[in-house]
């Protein structure tokens, strides 16, 4: 028996609710994908915010009332609109560490003063923008529009495709790219850049997804020892195995619904990051996120149960329902 499987008919049935979701309008408006800005902005502002978003859950901002990807967005709308020069990458280059980590600081903090930032791992995700900015620098001028032409709109183009030359920057290292697809959803959603070999896309394997996918049974951990490793919460070496299997069962999911591979992202992000994180609609009747994002971003009318309820093993299974996203130390996503 393999220790991680994929549950195919439930997968199936996923796939039959995603088939009558849609997404609001109002989601592809929002000002981070819509800003008047020139274009080599918006495409650092992009690959920026992305370089840094990785276990994003300690960031909020109270006053706006928002967390996370979200206040990303938002941060990184005003450094687009009012401080495009910290967005270059010859003044990026040029900063130390510690000025970076300063200016992510006081850009994501309430009140402006690095002090109060909720940001963590600041130095990190300092280097991966600087990292990302000299690569840039040193190999196409300073301009991420050369590095997209460069690509062919590819994902594979004998060396010079997206999935080939991107992990060059540390930041876009991980094997299974989930920042790298992250990047070309936004830039598709923008109507920036456009991949014409589609049938290379892999879903953005984030960590709600991963989350929803075990708890509905549709990824099923047949490993006891790793199974109550991840209802524990506690630190794994790695996750290759898990995210593996959930990244080939979203796919399926989304070629079966016929949304697409890219757009799962928009379902089931939302709706792990509110309606099945640490507390369940399904269980406790009530999103951690108020208001929810999943209702914010799909176009349904009610929202009294979860859309996955009726398919979910952990809608009645408490031990399905325990089951927890693998805790592993990655800046991959």
């Known amino acids: 028996m393999k220790p991680i499987s994929i549950n195919e008919k439930i997968v199936s049935n996923i796939a039959a609710v995603t088939r009558k979701l849609n997404i609001r309008d109002s989601f592809y408006k929002r000002d981070f994908l819509t800003i008047d800005v020139d274009r080599e902005t918006k495409l650092r502002g992009f690959f920026f915010a992305v370089a840094i978003c990785h276990q994003t859950h300690h960031l909020k901002n109270q006053l706006k009332g928002i967390y996370g990807w979200d206040y990303l967005e938002d941060g990184f709308v005003r450094l687009m609109r009012d401080f495009p020069e910290k967005l270059q990458p010859e003044w990026l280059v040029k900063r130390s560490l510690n000025e970076i980590s300063h200016l992510l600081a006081s850009t994501f903090s309430d009140s402006g003063l ?136 979203m796919k399926m999911v989304g070629e079966k619904s016929g949304h697409g591979v890219l757009k799962m992202n928009d379902f089931y992000w939302p709706l792990g990051r509110s309606c099945c994180a640490e507390t369940t609609l399904c269980h406790d009747k009530v999103c951690v996120k108020q208001p929810c994002t999943f209702h914010e971003v799909a176009d349904i009318h009610h929202h009294e149960k979860c859309v996955l309820q009726p398919v979910c093993k952990g809608a009645e299974d408490a031990e399905y329902r325990g089951m927890w996203q693998p805790v592993v130390q990655t800046h991959f996503y």
């Open 114 to 249: 690095p002090e109060h930032t909720t940001f963590d791992r600041l130095e990190e995700r300092a280097f991966l923008m600087k990292n990302a900015a000299t690569y840039v620098q040193e190999e196409f001028a300073e301009r991420f529009e050369l590095l997209l032409d460069y690509t062919g709109s590819k994902l594979l183009n004998e060396g010079k495709g997206v999935y080939e030359f991107f992990p060059d920057m540390e930041a876009f290292r991980d094997p299974l790219q989930k920042k790298t697809l992250f990047l070309l959803k936004l830039l598709q959603d923008a109507n920036l850049f456009n991949i014409t070999d589609k049938e290379h896309l892999m879903p953005v394997m984030d960590y709600h997804m991963m989350r929803v996918l075990l708890r509905t049974g549709a990824v099923e951990i047949q490993d006891e020892t790793l199974k109550a490793k991840l209802s524990q919460h506690a630190l794994l070496d790695h996750d290759q195995g898990i995210r593996e299997a959930c990244a080939q069962a």
